[in-house]
């Protein structure tokens, strides 16, 4: 896939600087679109090849502004523990998939989580006991990631998504911690693979999108893997 710009949602989470790092290391025209642009680091946001647009979730306007010229999303929207649950779902089907219809960005790659299931998973006790964990400490967390899974099944199959599923992810954003986790070895499957580690450098993780965004069609069109270091 020919890639000349690149939309990046939630860059200012630890992986989503992760991806700004690799993009820009690979020298991608890169576009953040964000609430609080101060939260991208200096030296990231110094770079001439990223445009920092900020908007809120429910801002149309900013939003398509930011969509122009693009060609992929890379979300790594999600909620996060401790903060409150964004309806991540209605933000896909009422702003992200009717944008890229209307500017002919046929492609977004997405983040999730194991708690998301896929028919093609098999049962894994310790992602069970991580899912009860969860379901206790941020109740919110798994509806809000399923129903957002359900809206990429039902809604866009128009378009070319592909939702990866993570479990742990760990891993320093600076510079130097960047450069020495990128070359980090992925592998994407399903639950019960015994390939999958338990967890995934984001950096390692943000080096595997960025491949996958330039195979196009060949890598993972309207599926959902779960990814994580290689086992061992």
């Known amino acids: 896939m020919a890639i000349n710009k690149v939309l990046v949602l939630g860059a200012t989470g630890p992986s989503g600087i992760s991806l700004l790092r690799e993009l820009l290391y690979r020298k991608y025209n890169t576009v953040a679109y964000v609430r609080s642009p101060s939260k991208i680091p200096d030296d990231i946001s110094s770079n001439s090849l990223l445009t920092v647009i900020k908007g809120a979730m429910d801002d149309k306007e900013a939003f398509t502004k930011a969509l122009s ?44 989580t194991v708690s998301a299931p896929d028919p093609k998973d098999s049962f894994v006790f310790r992602i069970t006991l991580m899912k ?7 109740p919110g967390a798994i509806p809000s990631i399923q129903a957002t899974a ?26 130097e911690s960047f450069q020495k986790d990128r070359d980090g070895t992925i592998h994407a499957g399903y639950l019960g693979d015994s390939k999958i580690a338990g967890w995934s450098n984001r950096n390692a993780i943000a080096r595997w999108v960025v491949d996958l965004a330039e195979n196009g069609q060949s890598g993972w069109v309207k599926q959902m893997p779960a990814v994580g270091q290689i086992s061992g």
């Not at 790594?76 to 991540?88: A, D, Q």
């Not at 809206?151 to 510079?175: H, M, P, S, Y």
């Open 132 to 138: 009860l964990l969860v379901r206790v400490l941020a």
């Open 69 to 112: 010229g693009v060609d992929i999303i890379l979300s790594l929207l999600g909620p996060t523990f401790g903060s409150p649950i964004s309806p991540f779902e209605d933000y896909y089907r009422d702003v992200v998939f009717p944008a890229m219809r209307d500017n002919n960005v046929k492609r977004i790659i997405a983040s999730s």
């Open 150 to 175: 359900k809206v990429f099944q039902e809604v866009a199959t128009d378009l070319e998504w592909t939702l990866f599923r993570f479990q742990n992810i760990v891993g320093k954003t600076d510079e």
